[in-house]
């Protein structure tokens, strides 16, 4: 059987050489540095969903190994201030560009148009040249993915990421991974996705949640389309949640989000009578 994962993180391997080859490490660093000395610190993703009654982390994404197009025509700068204005909490974009159709520009050009939430910058990250790519885009925090890095490694990318600025949300997928919490990531997050065979199961978030520290901000991610669940979800103790498909395949991904947070609060409301 095909292990998706394993394709992406070989590809990545070769692709982040070639960006090393484009821009030498030394270069990109001078760079990010000089940013972070004329730019203010990115707002905190923590904060934001912690703050938050409906916790949404919306996603911009045009595409996906198992699905092939959503929606090729989307512009992030018009997506993501649909969802900003929509009332998302915070805003996950995708950057890989071979298996997921995406563009560190896209966060730039939606920082260009007005977006302030924090922005999640996800990719398979296994390097910590990706991090200064983050950083010198607009980003708030960084995606981990714990089935892609040994523990060591995955420590040594957080405490990069928090030099520079950044939060991490850590995935984790099973049991066999939940010692990656002990790093105490500024957010846990558990995918109801398998990440090599792209199956996707919600349970997976019930299932784990129990055994991730009482005090972590949680985040479940992938396969929640309806309202009630993110209900559940909530009630379960996750403060965030990690949703791009359901809006992206619509034609108006900021209308769905605004009709999906409607019926987030109506339902939350219910559960309190």
Request: hydrophobic share 40%; with cysteine.
């Amino acid at each position: 059987m095909r292990d998706i994962l394993e394709e992406i993180v070989a590809w990545k391997r070769i692709e982040v050489e070639r960006f090393k080859e484009a821009l030498p490490m030394p270069h990109l660093e001078k760079r990010v540095l000089q940013l972070m000395d004329e730019q203010p610190a990115p707002p905190s993703m923590r904060a934001a969903l912690t703050a938050s009654k409906t916790g949404i982390i919306a996603e911009f994404k045009r595409k996906s190994p198992s699905k092939g197009w959503i929606h090729q025509e989307a512009r992030p700068e018009v997506v993501t201030m649909q969802y900003q204005e929509a009332g998302a909490a915070a805003v996950s974009i995708l950057t890989d560009e071979n298996y997921f159709g995406g563009s560190d520009e896209f966060i730039v050009r939606a920082r260009k148009a007005g977006l302030t939430l924090p922005v999640l910058y996800k990719n398979f990250v296994i390097d910590e040249y990706q991090l200064f790519q983050a950083k010198a885009c607009g980003a708030s925090a960084v995606l981990l993915i714990a089935a892609d890095l040994p523990l060591h490694e995955c420590r040594n990318l957080m405490h990069m990421a928090h030099d520079l600025g950044m939060e991490v949300l850590l995935e984790m997928h099973s049991e066999k991974e939940l010692d990656y919490a002990d790093l105490e990531p500024d957010i846990c997050g558990v995918n109801n996705r398998n990440l090599g065979s792209f199956v996707t199961q919600v349970d997976n978030s019930f299932r784990l949640v129990g055994k991730l520290p009482p005090q972590a901000c949680k985040v479940s991610e992938s396969g929640i389309s309806k309202p009630d669940v993110v209900t559940r979800l909530q009630l379960a103790g996750y403060d965030g949640f990690l949703i791009g498909e359901t809006f992206m395949k619509t034609e108006n991904p900021g209308d769905e989000l605004q009709k999906f947070i409607r019926e987030v609060e109506n339902a939350s409301a219910s559960s309190l009578l």
